[in-house]
């Protein structure tokens, strides 16, 4: 099975910055897209930021300017740089990838994996 670990949450103030850590570890061929995404009490989990095998980026609107996702495809890992931090960023970060295991010598399967989620808290 595959698991991702995420590592760097915590409480910063308004104008603030943190980086989010997470790393794929398991029985892995290959990761396609990683991504966080996150979820504020009472809102819907949605997009921060994902980067493709290849390099390519998306952002949420709102974050657009001010984070920065980039990976290390040796590590499995992706990395969320977090600057000019507001109070509406304060969430549960969730790390998320999607790729292909091995489940036999010849054969693969599809995953979707998420992280159990690390909390940033913006203070006003």
């Known amino acids: 099975q595959v698991q991702l670990v995420e590592s760097g949450g915590g409480l910063v103030q308004n104008g603030g910055s943190l980086r989010l850590s997470c790393a794929a570890s398991g029985s892995i061929s290959s990761i396609d897209t990683m991504g966080w995404y996150r979820q504020a009490p009472g809102k819907q989990r949605e997009l921060v930021a994902r980067?493709?095998?290849?390099?390519?980026?998306t952002y949420g609107d709102s974050v657009k300017g001010r984070f920065t996702i980039s990976r290390d495809h040796a590590k499995n890992a992706v990395y969320l740089q977090m600057d000019s931090l507001k109070p509406e960023d304060t969430a549960v970060y969730y790390c998320?990838?999607?790729?292909?295991?091995?489940?036999?010598?010849?054969?693969?399967?599809?995953?979707?994996?998420w992280g159990q989620g690390t909390l940033v808290t913006v203070s006003s």
């Open positions: 980067i493709t095998s290849g390099g390519s980026t």
């Open positions: 998320n990838a999607e790729g292909v295991r091995p489940t036999s010598i010849i054969t693969t399967k599809y995953f979707e994996v």
